[in-house]
């Protein structure tokens, strides 16, 4: 008897240690901007577009502080792993035993004291850091540290570190600085986030997906303000190559940086998020992927109150941030790309239509909040049509 169960117990035990850190996550810790805020910015009280429709129309039907039409990439990987949404830190929920959204629109990798000494304007005090000041707060709430608790609980637990990086280079780029001002920022924002992956790690973190910057060359906001007669600085897709270059300046670095950290953390699991090459799908070839409406032109583009009747035919949703459609596919590429250590996923075009839940009432006087936020953001929009009509 013994003889004929053993080589069956030994390929059930190898099945069971060849892949430490496989298998389903149950829970999500997510930091990062507006490419992931799903409703801090909202409920800290700082001016969003996002607190009103058409944000949210899509999937939720209301306002949920999301800077999109609907779901964001962290919503659909959230889907896809059977999780419930993120509920935002600052938000009315408290249950957070399978993850929480510390993400915030506006946030820089880099702390606001960088910006000032800069002289840079920025939207958001509530950067990386505080984040993770935020996520060391609630450990004790989480899990036991003093026995190995939160290890054990941390172990089973997706950190999703970013997107985060964008507005160190958002902000700079809207204040004029020049290419070469802005590329020196690039290294110190590298180590911000590695100091961040640092910390969690001791915090017993163990998998990751650390997402890279997305196409800024590509994006309707750098085009209306970068745009220019010149053929030869755009590419085949009608995106601005220096600034696309820059963005693979940045995810370049960002990934060694990810093979260093892998080097010296043997037993975590970093994976590059790659939303450049993902989003590069839509933008070299938009039509197949269902973007009548084009991947350049934003479904809002023409201000809020005139949106398109269709996002889904659309990448860019007001001009910095994407649709649902186009963050699902950010999304199905990320998880496929990272295959192994997402097995067994659902689905996400076959997940149920949204319930509204008690969490979602928006905080008093959300809506009209106008700060200088309001009006850097009106300027914006100005300087883009102002560039289209020259
Ligand atoms: C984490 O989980 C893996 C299996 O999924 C296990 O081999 C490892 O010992 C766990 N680590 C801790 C610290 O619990
Ligand atoms: C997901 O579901 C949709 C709708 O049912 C289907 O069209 C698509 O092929 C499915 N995708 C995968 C990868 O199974």
Known sequence: MASCFSPILIIFFLLHTANPVLGSYKSIFSFGDSLADTGNSLYSGQYTPAAQLPYGETYFHQPTGRASDGRLVIDFIAQSVGLPLLPPYLGSGKDFQQGVNFAVGGATALDVSFFDDNGISYNTK????????????????????????CRKFFNT????????????????????????????????????????????????AVTFMVPGNLPIGCSTLYLGLFGNSKKEDYDKSGCIKWLNDFSIYHNNLLEKELNILKELYPNTNIMYGDYYNAAMKFYQSPDSLGFKGGALTACCGSGLSRCCDNPSTYVNWDGIHLTEAAYKVIAVNLLQDHQQSFPNIRNVSEVAPYKPQASDSLPPNSAGASTTFFYIWAFLVLCFFCSLYR
């Open 126 to 149: 509530y950067t990386l850091g505080v984040q993770l000041g935020w996520f060391k707060k609630l450990v004790p709430f989480l899990c036991d540290s003093s026995s190995d608790g």
């Open 157 to 204: 637990s997706l950190f999703m570190v970013g997107e985060i990086g964008g507005n160190d280079y958002n902000n700079p780029f809207m204040d004029g600085k020049s290419l070469a001002e802005v590329k020196a920022f690039v290294p110190k924002v590298i180590d911000a986030i590695s100091s961040a992956i640092k910390v969690l790690i001791k915090e017993g």
